[in-house]
């Protein structure tokens, strides 16, 4: 089984610049996820694309191989499919991709065992793709239709939480899926969908500085 992941670091951001090396506890946001590819027990390489120089040069110093990434594939309206479609074909003009976690450094705070614990339960249920999640509870949630708040809950006969169906959310932080399929979905999920839970801390991203301030103290 050939196991790469695939870390997509453009150099542009609109609400942080140059997010992807601002520092959180020192370190650049891309080498927490970096770090944590590299120490997976089952993830054979770790490849970083990116369009910015910069990011490159810090990838390739931090143990991580490179994929050059084209500028219309890192626009603000680029997809994350787009660009791991074209990080798959890079890599497979000379390794053999079997499986591909797709990690999003947006997302720093992950344990140590969570890649490997999260390829032990893909391989295991025999899923075609796997989203990292948190647990929500659907709960006290409101929409405007026509202009008229309306509930998604029975407000005159409220449940206790404990009585509340789990959700899970896609927290962003990564996904994996088979190679193949992927590239004939173009869609990081399809088939045999699973889910991997991790820990609510893990669902921060950083977004704007604010962000980076809760982020740097739940590391």
């Known amino acids: 089984m050939n196991i790469h992941s695939i870390i997509l670091a453009r150099g542009g951001s609109k609400t942080i610049k140059n997010k992807n090396l601002i520092l959180v506890k020192k370190k650049p946001l891309l080498y927490w996820s970096i770090k944590r590819s590299i120490q997976s027990k089952h993830i054979n390489y770790t490849w970083v694309s990116s369009d910015n120089k910069k990011i490159l040069e810090f990838s390739k110093k931090n143990g991580a191989r490179l994929i050059k990434r084209p500028k219309y594939l890192a626009e603000d309206t680029s997809t ?14 000379k390794y053999k991709v079997d499986l591909v976690v797709g990690i999003q450094p947006t997302s720093p705070i992950r344990r140590k065992t969570d890649f490997d ?23 006290n949630t409101w929409k405007y239709k026509q202009k008229k708040l309306i509930s998604n809950y029975n407000f005159k006969n409220r449940k206790r939480r404990q009585d509340i169906n ?18 004939q979905k173009k869609n990081r999920l399809f088939g045999y969908i699973g889910q991997y839970e991790m820990k609510k ?14 982020i740097e103290t739940l590391i």
């Open 80 to 93: 994350s499919e787009s660009a791991w479609l074209h990080a798959i074909n890079y890599i497979k003009e």
């Open 201 to 214: 801390k893990s669902s921060f991203q950083l977004d704007d500085l604010l962000d980076l301030k809760i």
């Open 117 to 139: 614990n999260a390829i032990k339960l893909f391989l295991k249920k025999k899923f075609d793709s796997l989203f990292s999640s948190n647990k929500i509870y659907d709960f």
């Open 166 to 183: 789990n959700n899970y959310l896609e927290n962003g932080s990564f996904y994996i899926f088979k190679s193949n399929k992927f590239l």
